[in-house]
């Protein structure tokens, strides 16, 4: 069975302390791995899709790693605007193509 | 209008209600989805339309009925809920399927 875990839970931040969020998977085989950012009371926001270890892709201040086993998701000098829920989900390949979600890790940043 | 709306934003319903949630995607993709989204849970699919074929999460309970009428619109009908079912659902639409998913705001809904 698929797995996603994220970590940590929960994180806070004072503006501008760069951080990591991590996902870590399980599955058979990886056709993508995708970032998603969420707001209170809203739906997620596309940011990423990364398809193989190595990988790297970056937009402002964040930056997604992927190795074999795990995700990083780089936050640098964070500001108080990236206050969100970061969601990763892992899509398998072979079998069914519905990506499997992680709990999500909830970032506050304090000005 | 843009990208995946979703309709009503908000619904307060009484367990023997019958109502339904609407969304339309403006982004031309050729999947369509629904996901519930719960407290300290991790977002669960509920059912996904995709050139005209329906996958479905066999744990989501009879009383939601999905219905894709094209690949724009989609539906969810609510009958009998609990109030176990009060939560966050939110309609996704991709490119293909599988692909990177553009969500809705989503329906906050309260059962009483």
């Known amino acids: 069975e698929d797995q996603v875990t994220q970590s940590p839970e929960a994180l806070r931040l004072q503006e501008g302390e760069s951080s990591s969020l991590n996902c870590s998977y399980t599955?058979?085989?990886?056709?993508?791995l995708f970032w998603y950012r969420q707001d209170p009371g809203k739906g997620p926001e596309f940011l990423f899709t990364l398809y193989s270890a190595g990988e790297e892709k970056e937009k402002e201040r964040l930056k997604a790693t992927l190795t074999k086993k795990e995700s990083f998701l780089h936050i640098t000098a964070p500001k108080p605007e990236d206050s969100a829920t970061y969601l990763c989900a892992v899509q398998a390949s072979g079998g069914s193509y519905i990506p499997t979600f992680g709990r999500g890790t909830s970032l506050i940043v304090h000005p | 209008e843009t990208g995946v709306t979703q309709t009503p934003r908000h619904l307060v319903m009484g367990m023997t209600n019958k109502k339904s949630l609407k969304c339309e995607q403006h982004?031309?993709?050729?999947?369509m989805y629904w996901y519930k989204q719960s407290a300290k849970k991790p977002l669960e699919l509920m059912f996904v339309y995709s050139l005209e074929e329906r996958v479905e999460n066999n744990s989501v309970p009879s009383r939601f009925s999905p219905e894709c009428p094209n690949s724009s619109h989609l539906f969810l009908h609510l009958h009998t809920l609990q109030p176990e079912d009060s939560a966050l659902y939110l309609c996704?639409?991709?490119?293909?399927?599988?692909?990177?998913?553009?969500f809705g705001e989503g329906s906050r809904l309260t059962v009483l």
């Open positions: 599955v058979s085989g990886l056709r993508g």
């Open positions: 982004l031309g993709h050729n999947a």
């Open positions: 996704a639409s991709s490119q293909d399927p599988g692909g990177e998913l553009f």
